[in-house]
């Protein structure tokens, strides 16, 4: 996938109205609670065929994170 | 645990009873916001769901379903041998068992062995394997009765489960078959996820104090005490992600059968989400999966009897292959592929007074 179409997936799945970019970080963000990180893991194992669990999703940082844990090689 | 094969005991009928009022999620909880309660419904897809009124337990339920059942198949009662009652909100704590007194409800003999059976959302795989256990070692009849009040041990107030719990109940007759009619069952625990749906109160481990049980405020905000059902969502997510379509692929394996071959797909009815996921990963049509969660929430137990009574009365019937899976607290978790052609009545009625 890439990563700008990746990065306008994960804006409409956190229903953020600012654009979602690399730098984006997760931490306070009220958006990024349960029922995205569910949503998440949906849209990660439709595109990328790989099931990342709820707990490591809710942990991580921002968006430079979640795309090393998919595989940077899988986002270009 | 091993494959349970049964040659054959069957299903010949099923009724569900459930309450007739009718909560909507949008407004229920006094801590969501309108707008967090839509968001909520869109993902769990509970629309709305039934509980029951002041007074009336789980037994209520399950003696007019059971009634209805008898009835309907024209049983002769005293030929029922063994009554099962599968709920988490008996008439008194363990004593006495539930079963007795429905026993005497229900005009059965005195003959008829009965008794409860405790598990969570994945107890019903798990009694109707002893209900079928039972019917292979000589039983004439088994009348399994499953019933749940959650409403009475889920907080309002609580972000994680105010909106997800139903009440509802379910009578079925088990019997043998004239035919062969191979049934598999597959049962799994893991109690290191013991505390992942838990209600920490009321137990001997936790007694009753009145500092336990007064409601207080948690981190999130949500309101709860020591008597209601606590849930780490996340966790439970997880472990239905990693165990549900593994387990229900295995036990069609084990049948020699393929994902394909099954008619219906009955699983218990946590979440839509979810339900969208494994279907989503069986690689099966929507129609395979009958879906009731949006009008009567997670009912625990019941939830896969009620669907199948709810899918027939809305005229999709339910025949042939099916497989029924079960999974929650404990963690526990069971699948059994079996075939519900052995049908030869169903009813989806509405709580009585």
Known sequence: MHLAEFLEELTELLE????????????????????????????????????????????VKGVKELITLIGEDNIS | ???????????????????????????????????????IVASTGIRERRFASKGVCASDMCVQAGENLLDGLNVDRDSIDVLVFLSQTPDYLGVPATSCLIQERLGLSEETAAFDMVLGCSGFVYALSTAYA???????????LVG??????????????????GDAAAALLIEESDTESSSFFSLKTSGAGGQAIVIPSGGYRNPSTAENISIVEHEDGSRRGGLHVQMDGMQVFDFTMKEVVKNIKSIISHANETVDDVDHYILHQANKFMLDMFLKKLKQPAEKMPISIDRFGNTSTVSIPLTITDSIASGHGIDGKSIFCGYGAGLSWGSVFLNLSSLDYTDHQEYKK
């Not at chain 2, 091993?2 to 040659?7: D, F, G, V, W």
């Open chain 2, 1 to 39: 645990m091993t494959i349970l094969q049964y040659a054959r005991p069957v299903i010949k009928g099923i009724v569900s009873c459930y309450p007739e009022n009718i909560v909507d999620n949008l407004t229920i909880s006094p801590v969501l916001s309108l707008k967090e309660a839509q968001k």
């Open chain 2, 134 to 144: 039972y019917v292979e070692a000589g039983a004439k009849r088994v009348l399994l």
């Open chain 1, 16 to 59: 953020v109205e600012e654009a979602v970019t690399l730098d984006t970080s997760f931490e306070g963000m009220d958006e990024y609670d349960s029922l995205a990180v569910m949503s998440l893991i949906a849209f990660i194992d439709e595109n990328f065929d790989k099931t990342i669990s709820g707990e490591k999703l809710s942990n």
């Open chain 2, 148 to 165: 749940e009040t959650t409403s009475r041990f889920t907080s309002l107030g609580d972000k994680t489960t105010a909106l997800l719990f």
